[in-house]
Structure formats: C-alpha cells, structure tokens
C-alpha cells in the first residue's frame, strides 16, 4: 500500500501531542491523505450482526439486549470514550430573548441560556430559537451546533453576539465583526416556512476546541470517570453531552415538541451529532452532513483524511485508545457503519459532498449501506433498496437516507431542502 508511506508531521503537532502522551511514538509519522480509489485497501468490515462471541443476531431482542449495548461499549472504549455523566440538578435553563416578530413576521425568536453548574455562571451557553408562528400545537425541532457563535448564523442585529473564553474561532474578531458570516449555512426562512423549529449552540460554548487536558468548558463537571482510563471521554462526547442539554432546556418552551427533535451536525459537529443520536435515544432522528472521518466514513477504507491524521491533528477529540489505531485500522473492533446502526430503528441522513474527498463520500455512503441490515432485522425498510451510490444531487434511501451534494464541504439550501423532506416524511407532515 504505497500510499503508506508516512511523512514527517510537523513539529508543533508533535510536541501538542507529547504533552499529553507519554510515550507518543506512534504519532512520529502520519500517512498522507489517500484521494486515489485504486489505493483503498481491501478490508472486511466487523458484522454488525455477530456478537463478540460469535453468536449470530437473529432477533431485535438479541440486538436490543446483546448486540446493541456491544457496540455501544466498543465505541466507548476504542473510539469516543464514556458518555459523559454530570449531576443534571445543576443544569438550568431559562429563556432570556423572546422576539415575536423574527424573520419578517414568519417565527418567534428565542434566546435560552443554560447554566451547566447553577448558581455558578459559567460555563454557560446560549441556545438561538426559532419557532414558526403559523402553526398548529407544537413543531418538531432540529437541534444543530454551529462552528462560530449564533450571531454569525444570521445578519439580525437583536440576535445577541457573545465573546466566548478561550474560543479557537475567529481569533482577533469581536463577536460583532462576525455577524451573519455563516449565514449561508442556516435555513432559518425555509425550515419556519416548512413548519418546524430550528435550535442552535456554538460548539464551543459547551467546550473549546482546544486541547486534550480536559480542565474547560462542561468536562470538569463530569462524574463518570478516571483520567487515566482509556475510554475517559474526549471532546467530541462533550459537545455531544451538551447537545443534550439543548434538548432538555427545550422542554417547556412553547411551541417545540421535543419528542420530535432531530439532532444534526455537520462536519466535526456531524461526527457530534451521530454519537449524540446513537446515546441519546430521545432523538427522534439523526442528521450527518459531510460528517467524514471518525463520523460516517469508514476507518477501513483509509481515503481522504483517515484515522492517524485526524488524531495527530485533533488530538482532543478522542480517547486515547483510539489513536493506538492510527496505523492499524483494521484490528478495530467497531466500524463507522455501526454508529449508524445504533441509531436503528430511528430514521438517519447522511449527506456527502462531491468535491468532499476528505471526508470521504463513497466511505460515508457505505456506512449508510452496511448499517442496513441492522435497520431490516429491526422490521425498518432501512436504507429502501438502495444498493449503489447514487449520482450527485440524486437523494435516495428511506429510512436511511443519503446524498451527494455538488460542491464542497459545507450545509447549503439543497441539503436543507433533503433534511426538511426527511423530516416530512418522519413527521408525516
Ligand atoms: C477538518 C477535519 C475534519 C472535519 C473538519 C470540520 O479539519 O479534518 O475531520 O471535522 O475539520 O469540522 O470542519
């Protein structure tokens, strides 16, 4: 395998990297990013449906009881770490904005902070709400991060902009330089007009993205775990946590149904997103959008950014076990089309982009694949027949679902478009 040829990292990376390891040989050399299809490796993917001890699943209680809570230890230990535990009496919410009149009349827009340890005031988040105003009882909601803070999701002065401790975004910025500059990304017009709420957090809020010590934002508050473990739980089940605690401070806010709410993320927020949904099973349904490497692209297939580089480049977002993998994908016991399978039987989309080839989107759409048997054997029509990928802006599957949008890396109106007809089809709306 040519493209195994490893090349030198660079030495800061290497030196953020030793400051936590100990002994951190394997980080001495990452392979380059593989774009070249004839170099995939050949690989078998772990079977979803055979136990550890080789016992065949043949029934969904055998998945509930058995296979499930498996697979679920497997990517805690090797790959995210525990799901975080931390004492929920201290996490309060309340709502702080009500605008009647957003968005030209069509939605009520909200502010909600949540205090992760009340009293205390930090760490803190705010949440941004819409909620549609024509509408009849309460709507389903789409919770999904955001990568710079809620005043760059939308060009409105009245949305507040916050300057958030340690933030590794728009560095030298003021929060209000940076109004509306993601705004590209964020449907608030069509997803009011087509009947549902849309919640949104900056990531960072609930944790930087910063390092691997551990020590900001909610991890402190963790209860469930030893710091020398090797699934003590990174960043990624941080963000993912907190995501949680969107859902909870959304439960009385007028309106929103939260036992119709969709959790969606893109990129390293997809990757959140998909290991939310596959813990917290008050998700009614789980979004990926150009999730990649550690998200829905297979490990095994060791195209585009693949595993030893995200962790020497991203050292915090998982736990230390899994960067032992790094050269060695194939002895883990988990693949990516199983954090798609613990989202069965609820509905999943996973989305992909055509000039995306760092997240890999044929890796992404095989996951989406091979979760299917386990939507089948749950009595789901799973993935809908599909067995090809399919040509760009072509979305196909049922419960599963899946696109591939022209373009790069990024969240656009066709992938809302797809999300809000998904969500139809959940909802029956
Ligand atoms: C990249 C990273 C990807 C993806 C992306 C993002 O630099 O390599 O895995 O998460 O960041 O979050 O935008």
């Keep these: ?91 309060k919410s309340e709502e702080t904005v009500s605008v009647p009149d957003a968005l030209g009349g069509k939605a009520t827009r909200k502010e909600i902070k949540i205090y992760f340890n009340a009293p205390n005031e930090q760490p803190q988040a705010t949440v941004l709400l819409y909620v549609p105003n024509d509408r009849k009882g309460d709507v389903p909601v789409f919770i999904m991060p955001n990568f710079q803070g809620i005043q760059t999701t939308t060009d409105d002065p009245g949305v507040s902009a916050y300057k958030v401790e340690n933030s590794t975004h728009n560095l030298g910025k003021s929060p209000e330089e940076t109004r509306g500059l993601a705004k590209s990304r964020w449907a ?65 806010v007028d309106g929103v149904d939260t036992k119709k709410a969709i959790v969606a993320g893109h990129s390293r927020l997809g990757k959140t997103a998909l290991w939310c949904g596959a813990n917290d099973e008050r998700f009614a349904a789980v979004i990926s959008n150009d999730s990649g490497c550690g998200g829905a692209a297979l490990s095994r297939r060791q195209f585009g950014e693949r595993v030893d580089r995200i962790n020497a480049s991203f050292p915090h977002w998982f736990t230390k076990k899994f960067h032992e993998y790094g050269n060695k994908v194939d002895e883990l016991p988990i693949d990516q089309h199983e954090l798609i399978a613990l989202i069965a039987p609820r509905p999943v989309y996973v989305a992909s982009a ?24 749950l009595g789901s029509d799973g993935f809908g ?8 802006d072509t979305p196909v599957g049922a419960t599963i679902r899946y696109h591939k949008r022209t373009g790069k890396h990024d969240v656009t109106n066709f992938d809302w478009e797809q999300y809000l007809n998904f969500a139809d089809s959940i909802f029956k709306k």
């Excluded at 030196?15 to 070249?36: G, H, K, L």
């Excluded at 050949?42 to 509930?64: C, H, S």
């Excluded at 000039?355 to 054997?377: H, I, M, T």
Aim: aromatic fraction near 12%; charge should be negative.
């Design 1 to 91: 395998m040519s493209f195994l040829t490893t090349k030198t990292i660079s030495l800061p990376a290497i030196i953020f990297c030793a400051s936590f390891f100990v002994a951190p040989t394997y980080a001495q050399q990452i392979a380059e990013p593989n774009y070249d299809e004839a170099k995939v490796p050949e690989y078998v993917l772990p079977d979803p449906l055979v136990a550890e001890d080789g016992t065949k699943i043949e029934t969904p209680e055998q998945w509930r009881n058995k296979r499930r809570p498996e697979i679920l230890n497997l990517f805690k230990e090797n790959m995210f770490g525990q799901f975080p535990e931390a004492d929920l009496s201290k996490v």
């Design 188 to 252: 608030f017009d069509m997803i009011v007009s087509r009947g549902y709420a849309i919640a949104t957090v900056f990531y960072e809020e609930i944790e930087p993205d910063a390092s691997r010590n551990f020590t900001q934002g909610v991890h402190p508050l963790f209860t469930n775990y030893d710091a020398n473990a090797d699934d003590y739980p990174a960043v990624i089940g941080a963000w993912a946590w907190g995501l949680s605690r969107v859902l909870d401070s959304l439960e009385n």
């Design 354 to 377: 055509s000039e995306d080839l760092w997240a890999d989107p044929k890796g992404e759409f095989l996951s989406a694949l091979n979760a299917d048997p386990v939507y089948r054997l």
């Design 385 to 392: 027949g599909v067995t090809e990928q399919p040509d760009v």
